[in-house]
């Protein structure tokens, strides 16, 4: 295995985790700042109001996502098993 093909499954790999940790990290970032902009309107400060939302929103995400990231890591390990046994 050269260089170029070790960092080009580096790189796969590198965007393969982007790709799948970006909507977790994108929702649970929106439910923050929704959950702030309230705790800051109404002055509620409880650190464990935004848990709940959060984890909520993941879940559902999970749910939507799911089946399209199991996918993606099927396809990925495939292509591992493929350039392992290829040589």
Same mark, same amino acid.
């Given at each position: *295995?050269? %260089?170029? %093909?070790?960092?080009?499954?580096?790189y796969q790999a590198f *965007?393969?985790?982007?790709?799948? #940790?970006?909507? =977790?990290?994108?929702?649970s970032m929106v439910v923050?700042? !929704?959950?702030? !902009? =309230? @705790?800051?309107?109404?002055q509620i400060n409880e @650190?464990? +109001?935004?848990?709940?939302?959060?984890?909520? #929103?993941?879940?559902?995400? $999970?749910?939507?996502?799911?089946?399209?990231?199991? #996918? $993606? +890591? /099927? %396809? =990925? =390990?495939? /292509? *591992?098993?493929?350039?392992?046994?290829?040589?």
């Open positions: *295995m050269t %260089e170029a %093909e070790v960092l080009d499954v580096l *965007m393969l985790a982007l790709r799948l #940790a970006l909507p =977790f990290l994108l929702i923050g700042v !929704v959950i702030s !902009v =309230f @705790q800051a309107a109404t @650190q464990t +109001l935004t848990f709940v939302p959060k984890f909520l #929103a993941i879940l559902a995400v $999970m749910g939507f996502l799911g089946g399209t990231i199991l #996918a $993606m +890591l /099927q %396809e =990925f =390990f495939r /292509q *591992m098993v493929a350039l392992i046994a290829g040589g």
